[in-house]
């Protein structure tokens, strides 16, 4: 038996999402109210979207009209919404626009009929019995200490699971005392970098282009950036030579973020050697290192140099974003002062959700689910390569040995919106170069195409649509040379 | 069927706990290696204290004793235990002092036999069943969506749950749309901090006394601190009126931390106005309001005005600190700048917590969980104010109307600390005014004897022990007056 009625709405292709459970009279009436407010204010509900008539709406959400008379009513007169006589009630509000300066790239709460942009996991894999399981098992099994204060380093038998899986299946050298539990590589980035602006460290080296808001972040902490081009080499590493008084450097080293480039030997080994003799830190950002397709996994920086090398993993992509785990591996140098930082950002992580996934650690499950993610992704990876390099023979595709998306670049910035703007009218979400803020300077453009957070069974469709979508846009683009 | 082995070894009265579920050969080694030296590096095992000899330990945790003579070897050469010959082995390495510069209070690793320090619920009293219950639920029902990146703000259902519960219950205006959702007071006032730093509003009054943690957040979120002193009536408002330049105002009006005054009504008036009058942001910790014993709640100060006021909730008194949920309703004028500082520092709370905690609050859990521990915790607080008066008459006793821990003046440093020592000696946690860094300027002496965090079971017994522990200390202490 379940308390909730839940209904859905399609209205101009935006679903009105309205939870009213057990409510009942005015309190019924301020849910359907709120659920109005804030679709409207999200912006899920944009100006000028027509909205159901009462007696429709009425019967699908099995409330008196009455009721719903009072809704329209209340957000008629706070200015919402709008009845036109003799006709339709409007959306008369326009939600707020993006925030000020700070062009950071929101979780959109559109609901695009396929997600395909970057960096996104399949969150309909998400393994709901297998986590379930495990919360039960460390609800039953912890002691009660679990819940009250605990360290901020993070639980003892999550680090001891992770250190173990992180040196077993990623190469790294890691004791549980070298682990810094976050909630995701997020935290962990602004952990390490108010570290160092604590020490009076406050110039890093960053990817160019590389993400908005992990640039945000550091800048947040009170940094000055240098940002280093990519080539398909990786970051140009030789550049931080140049005497900029960098203290930090931030590169995803593996799996170039959103280029795809992996960092090459000769490269890793020059800006290691840098790193020491001038006592740079090295901040490596793993984020999706799991999903490597089609040669074996490269070896983490860390795994390389453990005293120069903070390593930043995550959850997100291998579990779902939403669960809110990830870690770092410190070195001694900087190990008190980032456990001093969680203490001060937010004490510490939930426990029993570090005791839960310690226990999906601990019995193989999590193991299981990446193999099976990772079989999932590859065949993903091989039909979207197959269909747009089928389909649009000039297009170049990049990025492809591993992770969740590819790259396609783009002749110029408004090729690349023309394409972004098709997919979105066919309801496909996509992200750009240019869009997406990864570039500062100007910047070659591109289309990010994520292959991950699409549901298993929708991805056919999804990719057929994609190919559809851009076939009036891309047929023109020259054959565009390899390099980003 | 449990794949984990746990043992447990008492030596000298600490507990040594070993997890190795599922190991075997070299992995086994390892973790009970790492055991070890978790139990050492964070104190629990402290230098000089005997480790049981490897016969018996290898019986007690049925592995072999060739397996603990490598253990202890390998332990032996990282210089964390040495042999003595022809006697017992024994911890040689002091676990890391407290952390260099920054007395922040650490959640103690010690294992007290009673834990009286305040600030504390009763873990043993966390609702296991409830909470899986709702797990379940929100696990069972969340759309997919749920698993991806969510909103910084919050998941709304948690919002509108929580909204209704604030007005109902505490008397707030708050709107779904005012709230932020957090990881706890602590995050909360880093967040509000950051979002009034950026605008170039770096000078916060606080209270002396107040958490050392929390002035830790707001500087190095870069403000400067102006204590503001405290006495039985609350902050002194009337001294933020000498023009200091102050931009925000933290305080704990409806329960001062750690002295148990309300502001008075009059003082609530002043600090308002003067706020309007001022542009001042004021920051409400309501950190225990749900927990008043003699008269009826005290309106939080945001019912105020809601329009100068940030509320911080936090639900780690009333669920616990482990699980990391807190809120604040934020005023119209810096939601954005706290929604953007959210996402910065670490995108958003898991989702399945959120939905998990709307679910309590829907299904009326939360507050039943509420109502019973606050007859339980007022049951306790007549019980320790009983035992003291009656045992050790000459003390005062202060802060008892509501929340989970009592002040007891102290003549001076010298005997609070005196009185802290007999209590830990007698395996009792407590904490004291000038030990615990309440205070910067030289102020007075106190124990805070909290009554929140013993479980049920062990309640009595551990006010016996604090009777008896503080009969040689307090006895020749004067009758202090009233005043803090």
Redesign the interface.
Known sequence: M???R?KEWATSGIDLFL?F??AAGP?LR??IE?GF??AI??GRLRRGTQLPPTRALAQDLGVSRGTLLEVYAQLAAEGWIAGRRGSSTVVAFDA?PP??A?P?R??S?VRWRFDLRPG?PD??S?P?ME??RA??RA???AP?????????QGQ??LR?EL??YLSRARGLHA???DLLI???F??GL?LVA?SLA?RGIRRTAMEEPSMH?HR??VR?A?HELVLIPVDSDGMRVEQLEHGDGVGMVVLTPNRQHPTGATLSAPRRSRLLAWARATGTLIVEDDYDGEFRYDRRPIGPLQGLDPGVVVYGGTASKTL?????IGWLVLPESIR?DGI??K???????????QLAFAEML??GAYDRHIRRMRLRYRRRRDTVILALTTNHPTLVVKGTEAGLNLLIPAPDASAEAAAIAAASAAGIGLDGLILGGYYESPGPAGLLVGYG?T?QHAFRASVEALILALSDVVSDWPLLAKQT
Chains 1, 2 share one sequence.
């Open positions: 379940t308390n909730s839940r939870d459970s057990r309190r301020a849910r709120n407010r804030e204010r999200t707020d925030r000020g700070t950071i929101a979780p709460l996104r969150p309909s998400f709901r986590w379930l919360l039960r609800l039953a099994s009660n200490e679990a819940f009250g204060y605990g360290s901020p003892v038998s001891i250190a173990g004791v549980p005392d976050t909630t995701g997020t935290q602004g108010r604590a808001l945000s972040i947040a009170g779902a974003p939403g669960v809110r008190q001093l930082q203490e001060l950002a937010d004490w510490h992580n939930s426990t029993l959700e601990r019995t957070a549901p």
